[in-house]
């Protein structure tokens, strides 16, 4: 049963353009919602995250978007760059779950120069 | 200085062997977790120890156990390895109990069973 369901698998965006990632959840009683980088060979990072109390929320060229009636996320990558290359990851927690992340799938995300 | 250190890093057995994996955290966190990431890169939790008590434990087999000598130490031991153990496995850990803490990751260990 995958309770975070992300899309696309991969993506492919030329530098300088806006890389966009979805996901979408079935628990309603998620209520945390992080982004993880992870590169070739190394463990996942976490990137930014947000709360379900906000529509939005940015650091950076990195935004999140919210959407709690549709039960759904986003991660924007503004003016993306070669150096963004690497498998992003939703995911999502709530306090019943103690310290659990669920994860999406992942997308490989390539910027080409 | 690496926050969460595992060894090691890459790990070839073959089936029906037994081998341990060694994570340590210099962080200061309570707690520590094992994902696992499969072939098409989906990670999923395993376990996840606080003061060093299990407080998760998905469905995992039992052949899979893992131990915390101390809070800064999360080992995990395979017991009679198969080839669809071989996956690349990831050691964490975070602040505290809490849902919304950030989680800090090792470089993972991979394995491959043959």
């Known amino acids: 049963q995958q309770q975070v369901k992300q899309s696309p698998q991969s993506l492919i965006v030329q530098k300088g353009g806006i890389s966009i990632i979805n996901c979408a959840y079935e628990n309603t009683a998620f209520d945390y919602f992080p982004w993880y980088q992870q590169f070739p060979g190394k463990g996942p990072a976490l990137l930014i995250a947000i709360r379900p109390d906000v529509s939005e929320k940015k650091e950076g060229r990195f935004t999140i978007s919210f959407n709690k009636s549709a039960k759904q996320f986003s991660l924007h990558i503004m003016d993306s760059q070669p150096g963004d290359s690497a498998t992003y990851f939703c995911a999502a927690s709530w306090v019943e779950y103690g310290n659990k992340l669920v994860f999406g799938a992942g997308t490989i995300l390539r910027v080409k120069s | 200085d690496t926050a969460v250190s595992q060894t090691p890093k890459y790990l070839v057995t073959q089936m029906g062997n037994d081998k341990s994996i060694k994570c340590e955290q210099n962080l200061g966190h309570d707690t520590m977790y094992w994902y696992k990431q499969d072939s098409k890169k989906f990670l999923k939790i395993m376990f996840s120890?606080?003061?060093?008590?299990?407080?998760i434990n998905e469905t995992v087999p039992n052949r899979f156990s893992p131990k915390s000598p101390d809070k800064a130490h999360l080992n995990l031991h395979i017991n009679s390895l198969e080839l669809g153990d071989s996956a690349v496995y990831f050691c964490?850990?975070?602040?505290?109990?809490?849902?919304?803490?950030?989680?800090?990751f090792g470089q993972g260990t991979r394995l491959t069973v043959v």
């Open positions: 120890y606080n003061n060093k008590e299990l407080i």
């Open positions: 964490a850990s975070s602040q505290g109990r809490g849902w919304d803490t950030e989680a800090f």
